[in-house]
């Protein structure tokens, strides 16, 4: 058995809740060291510390708490006796932490965020499992150097390539490019494929006037003049395709480019890069020449927690495209 630690770290979401029938909804209930105390085999894996961070649901957590959490995890990580840290978090949200914090952590010690689609009175809870599974991952020496990790129904993600793909089901989690990493069987962890380095972001603080702006069929660009004339610091917007929009878009785009706002432009389809092949009115091409930054496979929302890491370093939208080379 390892003798070093793993700190898991609880946040809330549906892993710490639980049924009121009182107020007939599920609610925030459970602590975290309940959480660990409902999990007896965790014991024989190594031995196990509990930090309370909060105790939120996920669509209440914010790239400011974010960033808090990754001061806590790299306080955590740099303790001599510990090996790596699971954070228990709801999944609501938890591609975007666990995307923050792969690019802000400087620590090469493993990261696995988990959650649960059941909260813990309902039958068949997937938390306990998960957490179990999770603890599993974080301590297996493989791990080391594999990054922020997302563990959900016995899947290993890394956290540049995971989301959230269905509201109930608890094989929810997947990384529809590039499939999972590795996989929990029993008490074994199976890592199947190494994870490319990330460019990290290290910075200790955020730039949160940073929007996502979804388009569709007909979309124009009253969102866009609204948020330019608001001075928003940057826009992602989530286009079409390869990186297409609708002509009616484009005037709000070159507006925030002439005002020197990055507009970074990632596509709705789930799979796949933006790039810049089509050359018609809104498609990608001109959208790069008039200075549109590509953010490759990025989801909308990944993209979104890269550029307000990037803007801590520089507003100049040549240097912001480069992170997202
Ligand atoms: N709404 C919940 C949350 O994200 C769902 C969950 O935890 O799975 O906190």
């Known amino acids: 058995m390892n003798t070093s630690k793993v700190v898991i770290i609880s946040t809330g979401g549906t892993i710490a809740?639980?049924?009121?029938?009182?107020?007939?909804?599920?609610?925030?209930?459970?602590?975290?060291?309940?959480?660990?105390?409902?999990?007896?085999?965790?014991?024989?894996?190594?031995?196990?510390?509990?930090?309370?961070?909060?105790?939120?649901?996920?669509?209440?957590?914010?790239?400011?708490?974010?960033?808090?959490?990754?001061?806590?995890?790299?306080?955590?990580?740099g303790g001599e006796d510990i090996r790596g840290v699971v954070i228990t978090h709801g999944t609501d949200t938890l591609e975007e932490t666990a995307y923050f914090l792969s690019l802000i952590l400087k620590s090469n010690k493993p990261v696995c965020l988990t959650a649960a689609m059941r909260s813990s009175a309902e039958i068949s809870p997937d938390g306990p499992k998960n957490i179990l599974d999770a603890v599993r991952a974080a301590a297996a020496p493989e791990a080391s150097g594999k990054g922020v990790m997302v563990v959900m129904n016995q899947e290993i993600h890394s956290a540049r390539d995971v989301t959230k793909t269905h509201t109930a089901s608890t094989d929810t989690f997947k990384s529809p490019f590039w499939g999972p990493i590795g996989y929990v069987d029993e008490d074994r962890v199976l890592f199947q494929r190494e994870v490319r380095k990330l460019d990290k972001i290290i910075t200790d603080r955020i730039v949160e006037d940073v929007y996502l702006v979804k388009l569709a069929a007909g979309s124009d660009d009253f969102?866009?003049?609204?948020?330019?004339?608001?001075?928003?610091?940057?826009?992602?917007?989530?286009?079409?395709?390869?990186?297409?929009?609708?002509?009616?878009?484009?005037?709000?785009?070159?507006?925030?480019?002439?005002?020197?706002?990055?507009?970074?432009?990632?596509?709705?389809?789930?799979?796949?890069?933006?790039?810049?092949?089509y050359g018609y009115e809104g498609g990608a091409k001109p959208l790069k020449e008039m200075g549109v930054i590509f953010a490759g496979e990025l989801s909308g929302q990944k993209a979104r927690i890269k550029l307000m890491l990037a803007l801590t370093k520089t507003n100049d939208p040549q240097q912001i495209a480069k992170y997202f080379n």
């Open 223 to 277: 969102l866009i003049q609204a948020l330019v004339d608001k001075g928003v610091k940057g826009i992602v917007v989530e286009g079409l395709g390869r990186g297409n929009i609708p002509p009616a878009v484009i005037p709000g785009i070159k507006r925030a480019i002439y005002k020197n706002i990055p507009v970074v432009l990632a596509t709705r389809v789930p799979m796949g890069r933006v790039l810049d092949i």
């Open 17 to 77: 809740m639980r049924y009121d029938p009182v107020r007939k909804g599920i609610f925030p209930a459970v602590t975290g060291q309940e959480l660990v105390e409902a999990i007896p085999p965790l014991v024989e894996v190594c031995p196990i510390e509990v930090y309370e961070f909060s105790n939120i649901p996920s669509p209440h957590m914010t790239p400011e708490l974010m960033l808090k959490l990754a001061q806590k995890v790299e306080e955590i990580l």
